[in-house]
């Protein structure tokens, strides 16, 4: 019973495995058959569309063919497409091509509905006819030129002869000129060899002159040099001088007249001197240290006698111990010989502190002193070097006042000090121009641009024994009260 199922199970088994193998087959057959027919299908799908496009094809060209021949209106986007046409048909793109370079015949005038090969015979015809008419036209025009050149032809006959007889008479008068020309032509080389010489010794005389004027240049500059370097030293020389104690006596008593009260000294027109200058008398054995000496006199120029010669009368007499004498020199810090001495004012500038500038009185008394009034390069911008003296108030006070206007105005006395000090004129305070003017003792003890006054520079004592003054005078002398010279102040007339 157990080996007889057995061989049934083995007997089912392979009945399976058959089935099996017969089911694979009938499908694989099944498969393939399908698969011939969808590729069969789809190659038939692929040719009618194909011959559908060719169709469309075909249809749009004639289409486009029937515009070319005028059967159908196109479009201007569609003339312009010709250009570049490239529809996959070589011909037919080349015809495109060429119909749109065929309808460039027409002009500009002609619109795009008349742009066609049927409209195109008539164009060309029309085209011809009016190309007869110009023909015609420029026929006859040719006649009527033939007619006027033949007429032409004869006038120019008669003229080419009358032509020919002037060109014989104008050879003729040309021989003439060449013989003359030949003449003057040897003359001229004749005369061109000596410009010639002419102009090699000019070039060699002004070889030699621009070396001579080279040498010259050459000297000049050095020269040049040299006075630049002199200026410079002279200007540091002067603003030294004007810094420190520079004052110098300007001439001396030569005669002493009428007891005493008229004198000459040795100044004239020859020095720019006029009469109403006002001097200082100083003995003349003071005039070492000019700075410390004492002013024995003051006189006033009267008269001019000659180019070094002058009168002058005594405004202040001197002590009746040390008269005026022969000898003795004279000074003034508002003169200087050969020129006038020039003073700026810079500013308003107060002298009595009483608030309000005091420029017109300042002037009056530098004038008197025998100075001018010079121009302190306000509208310039610069000072002149020839001013000895700016003269400056007091820095204007800011308190009280306009801040904006103060400050302006000690802008300005700024600029002016510093115009002054690149020019190298010396810068001095009022109050020191009114000690050459009024002080006691300070027109000589301080000169002008120091910052000290008078009090600080006593004079120092002469060495050695003191002279003593005669006691047994005449009551006259005695009684001297008037019209002396007490003081170090040049008095003023």
């Given at each position: 019973m157990a080996a007889r199922d057995d061989s049934v199970i083995r007997g089912s088994l392979i009945t399976c495995l058959i089935l099996l193998v017969l089911s694979l087959a009938l499908n694989f057959?099944?498969?393939?058959?399908?698969?011939?027919?969808?590729?069969?299908?789809?190659?038939?799908?692929?040719?009618?569309?194909d011959v559908s496009n060719g169709l469309k094809n075909a249809e749009e060209k004639n289409i486009t063919m029937q515009k070319m021949l005028g059967a159908e209106q196109m479009t201007q986007d569609e003339f312009d497409s010709f250009a570049n046409s490239s529809s996959g048909d070589a011909e037919f793109d080349a015809l495109a091509t060429q119909f749109h370079s065929d309808m460039q015949v027409f002009g500009q005038d002609v619109g795009i509905q008349d742009r066609h090969y049927g409209a195109l015979v008539d164009y060309f015809m029309n085209a011809i006819r009016d190309r007869n008419e110009q023909y015609g036209v420029a026929r006859d025009d040719a006649n009527k030129i033939r007619a006027q050149a033949a007429a032409d032809v004869a006038t120019a006959r008669a003229a080419q002869q009358k032509a020919e007889t002037e060109r014989e008479?104008?050879?003729?008068?040309?021989e003439d000129e060449r013989t003359q020309f030949a003449a003057y032509r040897n003359d001229m080389l004749t005369k061109m060899e000596q410009a010639k010489d002419s102009k090699t010794k000019s070039e060699r005389d002004l070889q030699a002159l621009q070396r001579k004027a080279g040498t010259q240049v050459n000297d000049l500059v050095k020269q040049t040099q040299m006075l630049e370097n002199t200026i410079e030293t002279q200007k540091l020389e002067l603003n030294k001088l004007r810094g420190g104690r520079f004052e110098t006596v300007q001439g001396e008593i030569r005669y002493v007249?009428?007891?005493?009260?008229?004198?000459?000294?040795?100044?004239?027109?020859?020095?720019?001197?006029?009469?109403?200058i006002t001097f200082g008398v100083v003995d003349r054995d003071d005039t070492a240290r000019l700075q410390d000496a004492d002013i024995k006199a003051s006189i006033q120029i009267t008269k001019i006698l000659g180019p070094h010669l002058a009168e002058a009368r005594v405004v202040a007499m001197p002590q009746i111990g040390n008269p005026i004498i022969e000898g003795d020199a004279v000074?003034?810090?508002?003169?200087?010989?050969?020129?006038?001495?020039?003073i700026a004012l810079a500013g308003g500038i107060d002298i009595d502190d009483d608030g309000r500038p005091d420029n017109e009185i300042l002037e009056g008394m530098i004038k008197a002193a025998g100075a001018e009034i010079a121009d302190n390069g306000e509208r310039s911008g610069r000072i002149d070097p020839g001013?000895?003296?700016?003269?400056?108030?007091?820095?204007?006070k800011i308190e009280g006042r306009d801040e904006d206007v103060a400050a302006a105005e000690l802008a300005a006395l700024g600029e002016a000090k510093q115009r002054a000090t690149e020019a190298g004129v010396t810068v001095i305070p009022a109050w020191k121009l009114q000690a050459y003017l009024k002080t006691l003792d300070d027109s000589l003890t301080t000169p002008f641009g120091s910052a000290v006054r008078g009090d600080d520079w006593q004079p120092e004592p002469v060495p050695g024994p003191s002279r003593r003054r005669p006691v047994d005078l005449?009551?006259?002398?005695?009684?001297?009260?008037?019209?002396?010279?007490?003081?170090?102040?040049?008095?003023?007339?």
């Open positions: 057959i099944l498969w393939s058959w399908g698969s011939g027919q969808a590729e069969e299908r789809a190659t038939i799908a692929n040719r009618l569309n008479n104008l050879a003729k008068q040309l007249l009428r007891g005493g009260k008229i004198v000459s000294i040795n100044l004239g027109s020859a020095d720019a001197l006029r009469p109403g000074y003034s810090p508002f003169w200087a010989p050969g020129r006038t001495v020039r001013v000895r003296f700016l003269v400056v108030g007091e820095s204007p005449p009551d006259m002398f005695k009684q001297q009260k008037e019209r002396v010279q007490r003081t170090n102040e040049i008095v003023s007339p």
